[in-house]
Each structure stands twice: as C-alpha cells, then as structure tokens.
C-alpha cells in the first residue's frame, strides 16, 4: 500500500495516525453502542495505548489491562472501609501512590508505566467518589470495562493493519551498540599517545554515546516478546548481547586509564606494550568483516597465539619490575 507523503510528515507517520484515529472511532462506536457511562475513556486509551510499532502497544497494552485491574481492586477496598474516616483514607490513598511510584522509578523498563498507572487510577478514581462510596463497585467496573475496549482496539488495529514490526529497529540499534563498542576499544588501543586531560570531550561523549545505546536497547528488548513478527524468538539473545555490553563498559573505562598511566610514567610507549598494543589492534581489525558486511571471520589461530605470548612477556616484564 502506498501513502502519499505530506512535507510535515512521513508515511509512517501518517499511517500510524490513521490507524490510532480509526481505533479511536471504533472504541468509541462500540463503547456508546454497549450504553457505558464514560465513553470517553476508551477513546483516550486508544491514544494513551497507541505506539508506532506493534510490539509496544501490544506490551503496554498488557501492562495497563493488568494494572488497571489492580488499581481498581484496591479502589475499591479502601473508599468504602475508610470513606467515614477522610484523614485515614487520604493516608491509606498517600501510601498506595507512593509504593507504586517506588516500584516503579525502581524498574527502568517500560514496565514502570504499569505500576505508576496502579497509583494513580486507584487515587483519580478513588476520591472523587468519596461522596458515594455505595457506587464504587459499579464505577470501578465501568472503569475497566471502558479501558479495557479502548486497549482492545487499539491492539487489533495496529496489530492486524500494516502492523510495524521492532525487527528494523533493534537490528539497527544492536549493530550501532557493536560499532559503538568497537569503535570504544579502537580508541582506547590507539598508537597515538592518550589525550590530554583538556581534549577528553570527544572520549567523554563515546562513553556516553555506547551508554545510551546499551539502555535503548534494554528499552526495547521489553517489547521484543510481543513483536508481531519472528524477532520474538530472539528476546533471550538480545537481552544477553545488553547485558554482555553492559558488564564490558566498566571495564572498558578501568583499561582506559592504564595506558594513559603507563604512557605518562615511561615518558611513552614501552616496547612490550607497544607490541601487545600492535596485535589487539590487529585483533580489533579482523573482526571488521562480522561488523560490516554481517560474516563470520576465520578465526586466525596465530595472531591469537601471538597476542596471548605478548600478554605473558607484559606480565612477567610488569613482575620483575615491580
């Protein structure tokens, strides 16, 4: 299908429009026609839910059906106990928003929505009932029952129409945290000397550049399970990879600041540690063709022996000096 495309916006764009609008419509339509009192809480699901790939709605989806139960549930336990008793309420309604605020800053993940949404659906609704706590129940049912039909259309329109899939974006995001990677040890392993304190601005934004890519792709990784297409068979690889990457950067910035230690204290490159220097760039080279092109390198058993025999005679050299 082919979308004509605006100067403001893009295909994409105007497509996930259409279809977050025609859910919208439906939800509404099917929320009037079914005489719920609050129609409007379907449409704003709808949009609360809706998100530009699949995978995301279906997940929020679930998290916010969930949650919205939850909340519910303890609406409805708490106005008609404490409803006689406003300071014990407004306590008991204090500390539930507060634990599930707590728990969710805890979780970085796209979970947290989930537990903040518990919150605050049980204090929005909550209060303004107050006054009559006898139609509490009904009103927690509508509640859900509106939530619900909005997050059930909004799940099948964009996930049986044109539905976009995570498989472009996590590939890419996965390839830039390699690069990324590579591109870190590659500097840390360079010929030339280390910079001088004044000039790290560009090593400082690597760092950063690698620690956002390890956290998007966490942020996605959450979604990968709920995908639309076969990408969701590999939530357990990617979520390896991440973690892989993510124990490497503290390392990565503790080997950052040895060869600067040992270039200032020998006035320059020692020649043991140049030649270990020598072979991990030639390492870090012949793995360009995994990074590039997607192929596997012929593992190279002789630069591999070779740089584990420089290792030692850095080692033992490192020994006897000390």
Known sequence: MSLPAWPL????????????YTAALLALYLSSRAGLPNTF???????VVSQPLAGMVRSKALFRITWTFIGSAAKVLLIPALSNAPV??????????????????????????AFMLAGYTAALIGFPAVQNPAAIFD??????????????????????????????????????TLKDTRRRLTDIFADAAPPPPDEEGA?????????????????????????TGNLRWTAAAVRALQDRVAALLPTLSAVDDRPQGLYQAEGGWRPDVWTVKQHINRWLASQEPLLS??????????????????????????????
Not at 41 to 47: A, H, I, R
Not at 156 to 173: E, T
Not at 305 to 312: F, I, S, W
Request: hydrophobic residues 50%; contains cysteine.
């Open 9 to 20: 916006f893009s295909r994409g764009e105007i497509l996930y429009s259409l279809k977050s």
């Open 203 to 227: 090593l400082s934004a690597a760092r950063v550049r690698l620690s956002l890519d390890i956290t998007q792709l966490r942020l996605l990784a959450t979604h990968i399970p709920f995908d």
């Open 139 to 176: 009103t927690a049912v509508s509640r859900v029952e509106e939530i619900c039909l909005g997050i059930l259309c909004a799940t099948l329109v964009h996930s049986m129409v044109l539905p976009a899939g995570l498989s472009a974006s996590v590939m890419g995001l996965m390839d830039k």
């Open 293 to 322: 092109t997607g192929s596997t390198p012929a593992p190279d058993r002789a630069a591999n022996l070779a740089l584990r025999d420089a290792v030692r005679v850095l080692e033992t050299t490192r020994g006897d000096s000390d």
């Open 41 to 47: 809480w379907s449409l704003m699901t709808v949009y």
């Open 88 to 113: 014990l309420l407004t306590l008991a309604m204090g500390v539930w928003v507060s634990v599930c605020l707590f728990v969710s800053l805890l979780d970085r993940t796209p979970r947290a929505y």
